[in-house]
């Protein structure tokens, strides 16, 4: 009768080759983990005063805020392969931001709602669900028409190859 695992006892009998197998295994999963999941913010999020092209860390604001006498928002930085980016800013409309501020002091830190977006250099500011003719869209065009990006595609950035871009935290 023949059993199936003369080749189970090869690998067993060669304890290089067993040595080996574990390493490649665990240096798969550590790959796999370290590319999925984002850095852990530790109370620290980035800032611009020029539209994105540096940026600054510091704790949690309601945007925009003044700093260095400039209106500072929240930059979101990505990073594909080696290159880190501002992939989009954020900010709260005037309408909302008293309120937001109020809420801040309530909720864990994070992105709120009725926040605000656009790409760096962008000129229109995008609200989340804007529906033309709505408050919240009065002021730009609507999301998705004719080469104004919608919120997702403004939000969740992609890298050249077309996969996502990676968030990124500022170091604690």
């Given at each position: 009768?023949?059993?199936?695992?003369?080749?189970?006892?090869?690998?067993?009998?060669?304890?290089?080759?067993?040595?080996?197998?574990?390493?490649?295994?665990?240096?798969?999963?550590?790959?796999?983990?370290?590319?999925?999941?984002?850095?852990?913010?530790?109370?620290?999020?980035?800032?611009?005063?020029?539209?994105?092209?540096?940026?600054?860390?510091?704790?949690?604001?309601?945007?925009?805020?003044?700093?260095?006498?400039?209106?500072?928002?929240?930059?979101?930085?990505?990073?594909?392969?080696?290159?880190?980016?501002?992939?989009?800013?954020?900010?709260?409309?005037?309408?909302?931001r008293t309120k937001v501020a109020a809420q801040l002091k309530e909720v864990q830190p994070?992105?709120?709602?009725?926040?605000?977006?656009?790409?760096?250099?962008?000129?229109?500011?995008?609200?989340?669900?804007?529906?033309?003719?709505?408050?919240?869209?009065?002021?730009?065009?609507?999301?998705?028409?004719?080469?104004?990006?919608?919120?997702?595609?403004?939000?969740?950035?992609?890298?050249?190859?077309?996969?996502?871009?990676?968030?990124?935290?500022?170091?604690?």
């Open positions: 009768m023949a059993t199936s695992s003369g080749g189970f006892r090869a690998i067993i009998n060669r304890p290089i080759v067993s040595i080996v197998i574990i390493v490649v295994v665990i240096g798969i999963a550590i790959a796999i983990f370290r590319g999925t999941n984002p850095p852990v913010n530790h109370g620290q999020f980035y800032y611009t005063i020029d539209d994105g092209k540096t940026y600054f860390a510091a704790p949690l604001q309601v945007t925009p805020f003044t700093y260095k006498g400039k209106e500072a928002v929240q930059a979101h930085v990505f990073k594909c392969g080696d290159k880190t980016f501002v992939g989009y800013l954020s900010r709260y409309p005037e309408a909302v994070g992105r709120l709602p009725n926040e605000e977006v656009k790409q760096p250099d962008g000129t229109n500011w995008i609200s989340p669900g804007a529906i033309p003719g709505t408050p919240g869209a009065a002021a730009a065009p609507a999301a998705g028409a004719a080469g104004t990006p919608t919120y997702d595609e403004i939000t969740q950035p992609k890298c050249p190859d077309g996969r996502f871009a990676i968030p990124q935290s500022p170091p604690q």
